[in-house]
Each structure stands twice: as structure tokens, then as C-alpha cells.
């Protein structure tokens, strides 16, 4: 069993996976890529970065939640985080500091959208585990989040965490331009996000094109949904 795993959850990622990617390799050179059934370039991008990659099918969430806890078992501690999300170089050092003195590490996100060729960052929003040790703690699915359970009853969880206190979050935006059909419960999705994205506060963080040089968000229709 390895001391650390580090894993990118994929599906359909093509246009944010290689800075996430980049943003993780700053200060955890080695990443495995988990794709759950992407049909667009991302393994190809992933690939091309020397990145290994492990490619499983469509899954439920319930056989993706599955899919983490059986991996992640294979290392004393997991950290795990999605290829929409974007990492700074310092709370990436605080995690892996963090790792071994505490057993739970939580992450709080920051919303990201594009209005007039800025990129803006909202308030502090989500909130959620990034690293855990695997021998004390398993994930598991309760209907519709994921959730870390002490696998020993004398553990509390209350006592062995500690927060990252930004990451940013490309998920509002991959709502919008994303491949995949758009069936009811994505229109659902969308109608709460839109919701709860208006009453936030934003900040610009960057101009673009964004900073990694992707340049395939620019070529995509404006993102009217934001403004």
C-alpha cells in the first residue's frame, strides 16, 4: 500500500482537464486519471501530459461512489478532486502538509464564470472532503451527495480535519457547454445553480485568456446563462 494516491475524476472534460491537471502536478507530480466514460478529448489531453489513465464506463453514482472507495483503499490516503476544479500552487502545500496530521481534509470552493472577457471568482460556496485516510474512513453514497464514514466507531471526524481554504471551480461553466444531453435532471441542475449563482458575490481573479492558455472556453458561445 502506497502512502498517498492522487486522483482526476473525468468525464468530458476536454476543455478544463490540462489546468487542472497542471495545477496538480505544481506539487503532486504523480496523477491517475479515473474517466468514466468520456467521449470527447480528454484521455487523449490527459495522454499527451504523460499522465497515467485508468478508463471504466457510464457509471451511476452509486457504482462511481463504489468505484473511489475501491480505489482509494489501495493507498493509506487518498486525495481526490474533479477535472473541472482548479488548484493554487499554496493550497496545494497546505494539503500536503496537512496530510498525515490530520485524517480529513476539507476543501472550500469558489465558483468560477467568464463576464466580459474576465475571469470571476464568488464568495466562498461549497465545502466537502478532498484527502482522507482510507484506513480510518470509507466513502459511500447517502442519495444525492457523497459522504466519509469512520470505518471505527471511536472515531470523530470532528476531531481530525482541517480546511483548505481555496479551490476554484469550473462547474457552472461546464453545465453550460457540456457535451451530454440535456435531459430533466440536468435542466434541474442548471435552474438551481442559476439560482443560487445570483445571489452570490464576485470578484475578478484573472483576465482571459485564461491563465493556462485555454483558450478553448473562449471559443465557445458567451455564457449568457451568468449574466
Not at 451511476?60 to 481526490?80: I, P, R, V
Amino acid at each position: 500500500m502506497s502512502d498517498l494516491g492522487v486522483f482526476i475524476s473525468v468525464h468530458n472534460a476536454e476543455y478544463m482537464i490540462k489546468p487542472c491537471i497542471e495545477s496538480v502536478r505544481k506539487v503532486f507530480p504523480e496523477v491517475l486519471i479515473v474517466d468514466v466514460g468520456s467521449e470527447d478529448d480528454s484521455v487523449k489531453i490527459a495522454q499527451s501530459l504523460g499522465v497515467d489513465v485508468a478508463k471504466f464506463g457510464r457509471l451511476s453514482g452509486e457504482e462511481y461512489t463504489d468505484l473511489k472507495e475501491e480505489m482509494t483503499t489501495k493507498t493509506k490516503y487518498a486525495f481526490w478532486t474533479d477535472a473541472d476544479e482548479v488548484w493554487p500552487e499554496e493550497s496545494l502545500e497546505l494539503l500536503q502538509h496537512s496530510i498525515g496530521s490530520y485524517d480529513v481534509v476539507n476543501g472550500l470552493w469558489r465558483n468560477l464564470k467568464v463576464i466580459d472577457d474576465k475571469v470571476m471568482a464568488s464568495d466562498l460556496t461549497g465545502r466537502g472532503a478532498v484527502a482522507w485516510n482510507t484506513e480510518k474512513f470509507r466513502i459511500h453514497r447517502t442519495w444525492p451527495r457523497e459522504k466519509l464514514s469512520a470505518r471505527l466507531p471511536e472515531t470523530n471526524r470532528a476531531d481530525v480535519q482541517i480546511e483548505i481554504p481555496e479551490i476554484f471551480s469550473w462547474h457552472g461553466v461546464l453545465l453550460n457547454i457540456s457535451p451530454l444531453p440535456d435531459k430533466k435532471a440536468r435542466w434541474k441542475k442548471r435552474a438551481e445553480r442559476n439560482d443560487s449563482f445570483a445571489k452570490l458575490g464576485w470578484v475578478q481573479i484573472w483576465d482571459m485568456p485564461f491563465e493556462y492558455d485555454n483558450e478553448a472556453i473562449l471559443d465557445k458561445p458567451t455564457f449568457e446563462w451568468y449574466k
